[in-house]
């Protein structure tokens, strides 16, 4: 016979599923302003993190097994890492050795809910909130209206009236006093080099430095096949470059992670605002070249290296796009 004793009742988080975590709300409203890799890490942080006492909305790993776990290169997990940091989601500790952790504390909030990173205590919607929560203004608006610049005075840039003659005086003495072999031009001893050959020497660079780098997306599709994990470039690089009108030769080594990174990064950035595909790829070498400065700023390399007949490709398209340009002008547009 069954026992028909009264059973205890059973408390709601027992009927949970422990491996559920509930993502916040919000998460909708800053999807948009994210890159899909960064998407992607950030509801990835969101699942990982920790959720109960003072490490509330912590995670703690290190690099290697992040991106071991998302199965990403290494550079694309720190590009991921470097566009939510200057978004303002989330703030990273660097382990201070090779035996430590990295410390990731997730800092936006939902707009309607509690705070993120220890803090649980419920936040108004104000305006300096809303300001504080809108990720895709990072930029410091000042309210100092700048100095107009002033207009160059033309006198002072203009070179001294008698220069020309004295120069020419000069000349004459030294020519008066010369031997007539030594005032003959000796030829130049520098090395020319054909534009065939240029191309050849910077190929040989740029291949260098990208394995110096360890960037090549060549080495990656192997480490990707090797490991039984998917072809790296995927629907979103394959729609990237759709719209780039480009098709990157995946078996050249003057392929890098972080051009093809990069340049997925900005067609997220730029996509539904109707840009031809020569401003794009524009975009795509302005990012790259940002990019590369900034991280010799850092102290690193420098990276973010394009393959040479990009600049070639967006050449192409820009003139093609200028003449479309040109011809869609009225008259009077051309006039002015």
Known sequence: MSDNKAQPPVSSTANRDPGFVKLRRGLRKHLPLMSSNAAKLYTWLLIAAEWKGERRGTYESTYAEIAQELLWNPKMLRRSFSELREKGYIAIVGAANQYENTLITILKYDQDMAAFGGDTGVR??????????????????????????????????????????????????????????????????????????????????????????????????????????????????????????????????????????????????????????????????????????RDKALGADGGYYYPPDFVDHRNRLRAKERVIEQGSRTPAEVRT
């Not at 003659?165 to 000069?170: D, F």
């Not at 110096?212 to 090797?226: G, V």
């Not at 990064?265 to 524009?282: A, E, F, Q, T, Y």
């Open 124 to 293: 108004s919607i104000g305006a300096e909130d809303t300001a504080e929560d809108n990720a895709g203004d990072t930029g410091v608006h000042s309210s100092v209206p700048s100095k107009p610049s002033s207009p160059l005075n033309t006198k002072v840039l203009e070179a001294p009236k008698n220069l020309e003659e004295v120069k020419e005086v000069e000349e004459g003495k030294l020519d008066a006093v010369r031997r007539r072999f030594y005032a003959k031009r000796l030829p130049s001893t520098k090395s020319v080099f054909s534009p065939s050959e240029k191309k050849k020497k910077l190929a040989a660079h740029l291949v260098a430095k990208i394995r110096q780098e360890d960037d090549s997306f060549l080495t990656w599709i192997e480490t990707c096949k090797k490991k039984g994990w998917e072809h790296p470039f995927d629907k979103d690089e394959q729609e990237a470059f759709q719209e780039l009108q480009y098709e990157p030769d995946l078996k050249s080594p003057l392929l890098s992670c972080e051009f093809v990174f990069g340049a997925v990064h900005v067609c997220d950035d730029n996509r539904g605002k109707g840009l031809p595909p020569g401003i794009l790829c524009s975009k795509v070498i302005d990012f790259c070249e940002r990019e590369r400065k």
